[in-house]
């Protein structure tokens, strides 16, 4: 939004091809200086995006496997194997499903965090700011054993702690397939650092006029959040929405390293592009794993596509301000 | 009532809410945090301690076994070792590249810049899944498989890094650049001995972002490294585990996470204000 906006800025001066010739020397100079400075830019993208991007749309027709000598084309027999394969349906089902449980968390615990954090009489801010940001940071390889530590059900402190307030059977929280998206909503609170961040920078750039002027019309404070913050940060909360959502459908490497890409218990776990990378490591077949991949590509760029038509109904951007 | 109370003095207007809200804060701070402390703790506990019951947080003989374990039975110095190339192989570059063309996407003027910097926001959007197989192959045919070139080629430029320092260039009022200009100052050393100096800020905020993301790369070390000395600190770590008994053995496991997690900290305890900043900005940004 901001991006193109600021694309217009300045741009078309260098093109103006009846300038005098020593400023179109000059012109001339100063579009090599930034051919240069883009250079290396461009050629890793020529490299390891866009070429690889093309190959991929290529390996869909094909049946390529480990050998790229061996690669046929074999036309739509991909797709079609694809939109047959219940496999694939039944992982895009479970990814939607931990989406819907996982969604409502990333977006609104930042939110609150940073609303409670936006309060006046606060001791210690700096420091709660730095406490909630720092798990982010944490590898998450090592965040997911030291979860796995928490979750396990007869040594876990969660568990310990269940029992202590009188619960008998805690759950069994990785291995039951009613309590594995909560456990792994669990692990996730950890990566909401960034969101909260954003969201807390958003709310402090409200003018405090406009609070003042809720006030004085008698809204408390629920009111004034629901009418004067919510609005005001919605470019915001869009802009982790995207970030979430782009995120969820891209969820794996959590249940991966938890339980070895098993999908246990019993499938509940077996997320799309855990699918996906079993398809290419597994059992080793690229050409269907590009066209899976493509498929997530598609269906993540609709959805983004949807979210950016609906910010007409609910994201409010100031008139010419940016922030 | 509400512009009086804002401008008392502080510490004299304590409510009964402000209070509440504080002590939810800490509550929740110690919901996150807990783990980690009990981690920490962990790893130094002997292992009839680390299943007792009663828990205790803290060890009651505190011990460096669990360290020696998980030193000794992986070669966690070599991954240590192996993340910090990766990592600083690639922050070097993506900052120095980014750098560069945000300077020219920001400040100078060439044909096709916008349509260049389309590509570029563009590029933002491509998931790895879509370009992860053919960068495999090509690594592979290079012979690059399983080292640090492989390692690092692939993620030597950053969309993300262009676009954010030229959103921070375009902030830095241009009147800079015709001044230095005038004075015959050439782009090159503009963009080091001014504007780069201006925006240390935000480059490092940058610099730490790539670090960090670097470090915990995970997908692309474990299919392109296959022996034990080029594995990183990830992949390491999750070869250590799997080869533990959890249950048994989670004092070891703690030693390993924490080993994982103090580099990490470390960057960030030296850099957090600027990376606190640098996120903020981004995301009002993006």
Redesign the interface.
Known sequence: M??TA??????G???SGSAPLRKSRL?RR??????F??S??????L???????I??IW?TFTNLRLD?SAMQFVGLANYELMFRDAGMWSSLLVTLRFGLISLPVAIFLPML?AV??N?????GKQG????????Y???????I??????L?P??G?IN?FLRWLGMENPPNWLLDQRWVYPALVIVG??GIG?AF??N???MQ?VP?EL??AA?IDGAGPVKSFLNVTFPMISP?IF??LILVV?GLF?YF?VPL?LN?GNGQPGGATMFY?LY??KN??VFQN?AY??TL??F??LI??AT?MVLFWSQRFWVFYPTGD?? | ???Q??KAP?GF???FS?IA??L??IL??VA?????I??IF?SFKTPSQ??T???SVLPKDWTLQNYVVAWNVNPFGRFLLNSTIQSGLITLAQV???V??A???AI????G??A??????G?L???????????Y??ISALGWGDTYMGLT?????S?FG??LLR?FF?TVPKDFHDAARIDGCG??RYLWTVLVPLSKGSIGAFAIFAF?SA??Q??WPL?ITSSVEMRT??IG??YF??TLD??AD?GP??A???I??LP??A??LIA?KQL?RG???S????
């Open positions: 901001s991006a600021e694309l217009t800025r300045g741009g001066a260098a093109t012109a100063e579009a090599m200086w930034g051919y400075f883009i290396p830019w461009i050629i890793g993208f490299i390891f995006t866009l070429a690889p991007t190959a991929t390996f790229i965090l409670l954090m309060q006046r009489a606060l001791f709660f700011r730095t406490g909630f940001y720092f798990p940071i944490i590898p998450f390889v090592a965040s054993f030291v979860w796995a530590a928490m396990n007869e040594t402190w310990m609170i950890w960034n961040l954003i807390l920078a958003a750039g405090t609070y003042d006030k915001v802009y982790n782009v891209q490497t390293v070895q592009n996906l990378y290419f490591f690229m794993g590009a991949a493509w997530l590509f993540i760029l983004t940016r922030k | 009532m509400a512009v109370t804002r502080r207007h304590i409510r402000d809200v504080n939810l804060l929740i701070g996150i945090a807990m783990p980690i009990i981690a962990t680390v299943i019951f009663p828990p120095l590249f980014s560069m063309a300077y020219a996407f100078l003027e060439f044909p810049r916008n260049l910097f389309y590509l570029v926001i590029s959007m491509v998931p790895f899944e879509l370009v992860f197989i053919p960068n192959q090509l080629m692939p993620f030597l430029v969309a262009v676009f959103q375009l782009n090159w960090l470090w915990n995970y997908l299919i600190l990830q770590i999750r585990m799997s959890r249950g989670w496991v703690m390993g996470a924490v994982a997690i990490a900290l960057v960030f957090q606190v996120i903020a900005m995301g009002l940004k993006g």
